[in-house]
Structures are given as C-alpha cells and as structure tokens.
C-alpha cells in the first residue's frame, strides 16, 4: 500500500493498494472515533459490484444508511443532491458523522457537495472506483452538481478527510471507462512527469498499478497544495481541457470526457508546435502515446466551431482566454492568449 499525504485546508491521507476494503470500518472508526451513523452514497452499477461488501464492513463499526442513484452523468443533479440532504436529515446525521462516497467521480462530486452542506459541512470519505476519479475527482476536494445552464455551475471546495483507493476496483471497469482515466493519467507525464510518460508506452496495465497511480496522486496533490482554490498554478490541469470541454458540449455528450481530453491534448500539442514552443519530435510523441491507448485522434468539429464554444466557456477572463501549453513532455505553462489569437493555438 502507498500513502499520499495532502496538507491542504484540510490535512488527510490518500491510501491506495489492494485489498484495501478489508477492515475498513475499523479504519474508519480509528480515525472518526465520535462518528456513529454512515450515509453511504453509491450509483446502481457500483453498488451491485462492491456496495455489500463495503456495506458490511462499515456495518460493523457504524450505523449505515445508503444512497443509490442511477449510474451516469444525470445523477449529478441538483434533484438528487436535496433528495441526498433530506435524506441525512431525516436519518438525523449529526456533525460528527460522515458520508461515504463509492463509485466515480460522480458520486463523489455529488456526496461532495452534499457533504459541503449538510449542516455547513461535515466530513466525507471517498472511495473512487474508477480510474478517473482515483487520479483526478478524489483529490483536491472540488464538488459540484450540474444546472441546466452547465455542468459543475453549483459547487464547493471541501476537501475530503480520508481517500482510500482500492485498486483491485479498475478490474471491473468497462474499456471505454478504464480508457478515458487513462486520458488523465498521460496528460500527468505531459504536465509534469517526463519518466511517468516514458513509463506509459507500457500500456493500461500500468496506468492502472499501484505505482503510476500513487505518482498521478502526487502530483494532482503538489498542485493543489500550491493553489487550492484554483486561482492560478491549479489551473495547469486544464491541459488539454479548454478544447476538451468544447467537444464535449458540441457532440452534446456523447463524445465521453476522456475523449475529448485525448483530441484536445493532441490539438494543443499540435498547436504548439506549430507556434515553435513544443518540438515537432515530442509533439508526434505525445500523440504516439495518446494512440497507443487507443484513441483516435481525429477531431470531428472545426477549430472555429470550438472557439465559438470556448468563449462561452465560465473560465474565460476578458478579452483574454488561459491555455495550458506544452513547451516539453514534463514543463507546461500557463499562457494568456488575446481571443483573436486563440484559433493559432489549435491544430487538426
Ligand atoms: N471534482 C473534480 O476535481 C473532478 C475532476 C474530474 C472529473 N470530475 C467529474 O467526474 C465525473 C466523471 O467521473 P467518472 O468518469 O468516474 O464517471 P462516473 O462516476 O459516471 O463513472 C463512470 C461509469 O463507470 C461505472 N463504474 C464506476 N466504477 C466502476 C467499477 N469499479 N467497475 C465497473 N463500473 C464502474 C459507473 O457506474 C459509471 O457508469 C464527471 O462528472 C466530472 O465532472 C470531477
């Protein structure tokens, strides 16, 4: 097992290893003494796999009451997070007692925001099942649920007391599931991790081990650390994202998250090479790796139907709009590029 410690506004450890829900009500009871009632927040397909046996071993220590909502997006609704408050009232939690957050990133941005609330905050547990949410949506205590303008629109920062990643989770996930976490984990050896790129050519086997895991926790943790309420140096985890969040919205969805990250990092890629800031050999590189995971790189919309959505985006400032730029494999920067100078950036 390997321990990521986070020392944010809140300090708390992220376990990650096999095996990992064995005893875990009494993990949790030695930490959280005072707490005697669980909300354990689950979705329909994570539950059928793993929530008995959580539900047991918290059981043993706790008084536990679940939460069960359909698998997808379309949970991450406000409806399901007052449906999720009424419930803790009406189970009477008090401050001392926790949410329990199973599956991906998300339950666990919506037990997040709950948890944010519910009586102005109590603490959380999360317990990500899939790979995205292990390397990205656990740690750094975002939470959000969508509106019907956007998603995430309605949201918190609170952090999470205790992360445990049972790793032995990822066996189960689907290819397209495992595949889009492994979009996050190439685009750490990008940001950050020149020897963790290198490492990934391995293949999904060892984007899923113990090892690549800790690392992407690592530096997804050095990041927040240094600015956790994503006022600037966070916001180099965007690489990739700002056309990402284009295609995205303009396949209405369909194109799933990991995806659009892997065109949107190749389009950046490109992009800066064609600026002279990236080398064109690093630049075929990190498209070589995106196409060893398998994706198909090719970009269904124009460079100029992605702006238009770009600037429509919440995280445009002004005239001007942030880019994550990758200058090599491991040092990426954020730059501030004039909107009319935006559409050089991105290249098919
Ligand atoms: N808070 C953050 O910092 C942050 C960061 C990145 C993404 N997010 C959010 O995370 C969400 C996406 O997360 P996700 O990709 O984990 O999606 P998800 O939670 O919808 O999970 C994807 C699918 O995998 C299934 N699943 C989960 N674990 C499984 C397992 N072990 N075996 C089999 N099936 C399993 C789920 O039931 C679901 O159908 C988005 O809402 C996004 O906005 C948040």
């Given at each position: 097992m390997k321990t990521v410690h986070v020392e944010a506004s809140k300090a708390y450890d992220i376990l990650i290893g096999k095996g990992l829900y064995e005893g875990l009500g009494g993990r949790i009871k030695e930490q959280f003494p005072k707490a005697k009632k669980i909300l354990l927040l689950s979705d329909e397909t994570v539950y059928g796999l793993y929530g008995e046996r959580v539900s047991g071993e918290l059981s043993a220590h706790f008084s536990v009451c679940t939460f069960v909502v359909p698998a997808g997006e379309e949970s991450k609704s406000v409806e399901n997070y007052i449906a999720l408050?009424?419930?803790?009232?009406?189970?009477?939690?008090?401050?001392?007692?926790?949410?329990?957050?199973?599956?991906?990133?998300?339950v666990g941005d919506l037990g997040g925001f709950a948890a944010a609330s519910y009586l102005r905050g109590i603490e959380f547990v999360q317990l990500p099942t899939t790979l995205l949410a292990a390397v990205d949506s656990s740690v750094g205590g975002k939470t959000a649920v969508n509106l019907s303008a956007g998603k995430n629109l309605a949201g918190a920062f609170h952090q999470p007391s205790l992360v445990v990643l049972d790793t032995d989770c990822f066996e189960t996930l689907s290819e397209q599931v495992l595949r889009d976490g492994c979009a996050e984990i190439i685009k750490y050896g990008i940001l950050s991790d020149r020897a963790l790129f290198e490492a990934l050519f391995a293949g999904k086997d060892y984007a899923k081990s113990e090892e690549c895991v800790a690392r992407c926790v690592q530096i997804k943790r050095d990041y927040v650390q240094a600015d956790e309420f994503d006022k600037g140096l966070r916001?180099?985890?965007?690489?990739g994202h700002t056309a990402a969040h284009a295609i995205e919205k303009l396949s209405n969805y369909s194109i799933s998250h990991g995806y659009a990250v892997a065109i949107g990092t190749a389009l950046i890629a490109r992009g800066a090479t064609e600026k002279g800031l990236l080398s064109a050999e690093q630049c075929a590189s990190i498209l070589k790796l995106l196409q060893v995971f398998g994706f198909d790189l090719h970009c269904p919309y124009t460079v100029e139907e992605m702006i238009d959505v770009m600037l429509s985006d919440k995280k445009r400032a002004g005239d001007q709009v942030m880019l994550v730029i990758p200058f090599e494999i491991g040092r990426c920067e954020l730059v501030k590029v004039p909107v009319e100078a935006l559409g050089g950036y991105f290249k098919m």
């Open positions: 408050l009424e419930t803790m009232a009406k189970d009477r939690l008090t401050r001392s007692d926790l949410l329990v957050a199973l599956g991906g990133g998300v916001q180099c985890l965007n690489l």
